[in-house]
């Protein structure tokens, strides 16, 4: 087991519900945290509240993930790791898919886990250490998604994405770890969308941050790769 104390790790998608519950359970066992998404005004005060920092980037843009992991360093005088929590979801039968809806499902899930993975990894390279972690869905890991097919596919390669990542990362020091939430998590956005659902019978977002500290802690004889959140039976 390896602590987390001091490290510094940049969540990406900074300000959205799973990215809080991820940021209590890292700030709880230590680490020193860099909040990044594309408006300021969604993770200043969140950033503020944990000690951490804000920093905007539209991480569609490769140069805004280099220049990410630059600013990180330079405030903190180090980088441990990515928690890279930006996605997208949407509802959309094939037969009823707008075209333009591959490039969303591609570029926020895909295109910017690709980026960032490929500006931080220098720098773990470099000090021969560190974590890495995406967000998949239970559509990738059960190979299906009916009515979200661009959506399942999407998840479906940053799994695979992630899981080459690790293969290459053979000899190093560097671990992966792939979340899989095995059904809804309760999220406002989740609430509002299913007002009649009963979130009680939900994913608990804090049970993914619990289970990320867990993956990043392992030292590498004992790494996990692949996590499944379920929720209640």
């Given at each position: 087991m390896q602590t987390l104390e001091d490290r510094v790790y940049i969540i990406t998608g900074g300000g959205g519900a799973i990215a809080g519950a991820i940021a209590?359970?890292?700030?709880?066992?230590?680490?020193?945290?860099?909040?990044?998404?594309?408006?300021?005004?969604?993770?200043?005060?969140?950033?503020?509240e944990l000690g951490g920092r804000a920093f905007?980037?539209?991480?569609?843009?490769?140069?805004?993930?280099?220049?990410?992991?630059?600013?990180?360093?330079?405030?903190?005088g180090r980088v441990d790791g990515l928690i890279h929590t930006v996605g997208?979801?949407?509802?959309?039968?094939?037969?009823?898919?707008?075209?333009?809806?591959?490039?969303?499902?591609?570029?926020?899930?895909m295109r910017t886990l690709f980026y960032m993975t490929r500006a931080i990894l220098p720098e773990l390279l470099g000090q021969k250490d560190g974590f890495?972690?995406?967000?998949?869905?239970?559509?990738?890991?059960?190979?299906?998604?009916?009515?979200?097919?661009?959506?399942?596919?999407?998840?479906?390669?940053?799994a695979t994405y992630l899981r080459s990542l690790d293969a290459e990362l053979t000899g190093t020091a560097v671990r992966v770890a792939i979340v899989y939430p095995m059904g809804a998590v309760d999220t406002p956005a989740n609430r509002k969308e299913m007002p009649d659902a009963d979130p009680m019978a939900w994913v608990d977002p804090a049970e993914i941050g619990e289970s990320l500290v867990y993956a990043a802690s392992r030292s590498p004889r004992g790494r996990v790769l692949e996590l499944q959140i379920f929720p209640p039976r």
């Open positions: 209590q359970a890292f700030n709880k066992a230590g680490a020193k945290l860099a909040f990044a998404d594309a408006y300021e005004t969604t993770i200043a005060q969140r950033a503020q905007v980037a539209n991480l569609t843009h490769y140069p805004d993930a280099e220049m990410l992991v630059r600013q990180v360093k330079a405030h903190f997208g979801f949407a509802y959309a039968p094939i037969k009823d898919t707008d075209p333009s809806l591959y490039d969303r499902m591609f570029d926020l899930n890495i972690a995406g967000i998949s869905a239970a559509a990738a890991w059960n190979g299906v998604g009916p009515g979200v097919a661009l959506y399942a596919a999407a998840k479906a390669a940053v």
